[in-house]
């Protein structure tokens, strides 16, 4: 079984303040995700990486970054975090493959910046 | 821009009931569309739907592709309360391994 877990469930952090978010995958799989959902908006895509320290934009970058040093572990970033970063942030990974494959999610992590 | 709309946001039905839930899209290239189902933790998959037409079926549970006119449905018959959650829809485009979600229904099942 696939398995991909965050470092926290729960986290609050106040407006200003340096924030990392852990996934960990044990699949070997080359693509990782980090997503934000937020009510009404469904999943938006922050950043992506398809192999150690390549990293690519997605669709909401900006106040973010991410980091891939091993290819199990994928970090977000919140280099100063404010109050409309609070959201559920869910990791996920796949394998690089050429045909169309599910991509597998973490149980998120619901930050609350105050 | 590549587009995912699901309808209807929420459903509140009762055990027993059959429901119906909608996913239009528009992408470049398209490669494959998704189902999920969240409660409250990760999203689980559910079906990955490829070629037109043909139903992809687990359970209670079934969908449909047209890519013609751009939607699915995901079908649940004989829905029971376990079957409350957030439906996710996604595509899969151009660049692959890329994802584009829709905001999601919400179901109820209600006892």
């Known amino acids: 079984d696939v398995k991909v877990t965050q470092s926290s469930r729960y986290l609050v952090k106040r407006t200003g303040e340096k924030v990392f978010l852990e996934c960990v995958q044990d699949m070997d799989h080359e693509n990782m995700f980090w997503y934000r959902q937020d009510p009404g908006l469904g999943l938006r895509l922050i950043y992506f990486s398809y192999d150690v320290k390549m990293k690519e934009k997605g669709d909401i970058p900006e106040g973010y970054s991410v980091s891939r040093e091993k290819k199990e572990r994928f970090s977000l970033i919140l280099e100063s975090a404010s109050t409309n970063q609070t959201s559920m942030y869910l990791c996920?990974?796949?394998?690089?493959?050429?045909?169309?494959?599910?991509?597998?999610f973490g149980p998120g992590t619901r930050l609350t910046v105050t | 821009e590549d587009k995912v709309v699901q309808s209807p946001l929420s459903l509140v039905v009762h055990e027993g009931d059959t429901v119906t839930l909608n996913c239009s899209y528009e992408v470049t290239n398209f490669r494959s569309l998704l189902w999920y189902k969240q409660e409250k933790k990760a999203p689980t998959f559910l079906f990955m739907l490829?070629?037109?037409?043909i139903e992809k079926k687990s359970g209670r549970l079934s969908s449909i592709l047209d890519k013609k006119e751009l939607f699915s449905i995901l079908n649940i018959t004989a829905t029971q309360t376990g079957d409350s959650a957030v439906y996710l829809c996604a595509v899969e485009g151009e660049y692959g391994n890329k994802l584009v979600f829709g905001a999601g229904t919400i179901l109820r099942v209600k006892s």
């Open positions: 996920a990974s796949r394998p690089l493959n050429s045909e169309p494959y599910e991509q597998y």
């Open positions: 490829t070629s037109s037409g």
